[in-house]
């Protein structure tokens, strides 16, 4: 299905245009099923004689066939939007990565022992980013964002489950993880970073992160370890760029 299919205007003008000929196609077969009832109640034996008759009966199934395509159409291209839009419930607007809501089931997953054992959380946000919004504006802060974390995507989908947190805030969750994976994830990071800012295409990206293992935390809950992140975030931030 083709993206501007989704904006509310195009729905609008697509279904207003169904409805207007559903409406005249039945008020048609009305109109039909009346001539035919008074000619068959005038003549019955018009009917078979009658190629006028003959027509009008074809006219009908034609509109009807055509009504029964129509109706499977909507309901195709209703259950394709409704698809979308629970997905959308899911995914963060600006940059496509899985919202709060979605971390926060995610989360609960982690709960399970056997996940939590080896878990590995690194906490992110983006440096100077209140100061683009201040100075330069949201428009500018926005594709900040979102160019972090088309970055982050790309390079945290092989170690683990990536996703925006609310606001300033976008996570690495890892299963099975020790300290040389999340060294490696940083390190590739780090070069993906280093390369966009050598471009200048935009506002340089610098990151303030946290990195916690459970490894080494030996907590029994998921919000556990997250909250150590959060602490770790705030009092000792280490820095990539």
Request: with cysteine; glycine share 8%.
């Amino acid at each position: 299905m083709k993206a501007d299919f989704y904006s509310k205007s195009q729905r609008a003008n697509i279904y207003n245009s169904v409805f207007t000929y559903k409406v005249v196609s039945l008020f048609i077969l009305f109109v039909i099923t009346v001539i035919l009832a008074y000619n068959y109640n005038k003549d019955k034996n018009l009917l078979s004689g009658a190629g006028g008759i003959i027509g009008l009966v074809t006219a009908s199934i034609i509109l009807f066939g055509i009504s029964i395509i129509l109706d499977f159409y909507i309901l195709k291209r209703t259950a394709a939007i409704g698809i979308r839009l629970n997905k959308m419930a899911y995914l963060d607007r600006l940059t496509g990565l899985p919202n709060r809501y979605s971390c926060d089931l995610l989360f609960e997953t982690f709960n399970d022992s056997y996940k939590l054992e080896n878990a590995g959380f690194i906490l992110m946000k983006i440096n100077d980013l209140y100061n683009v919004n201040s100075k330069k504006g949201h428009a500018q802060g926005n594709d900040l964002i979102a160019e972090f974390c088309y970055i982050l995507e790309d390079v945290g989908e092989k170690y683990g489950y990536v996703g925006r947190n609310g606001g300033n805030e976008f996570i690495l969750l890892m299963e099975d993880c020790n300290p040389n994976n999340a060294d490696m994830f940083l390190l590739d990071l780090t070069k993906r970073l280093h390369g966009y800012n050598e471009l200048g295409v935009g506002s340089p990206i610098e990151i303030a992160y946290a990195r916690v293992l459970n490894s080494d935390e030996k907590v029994s809950k998921i919000s556990e370890l997250i909250s150590k992140a959060y602490k770790k975030l705030k009092e000792a931030p280490q820095v990539l760029s």
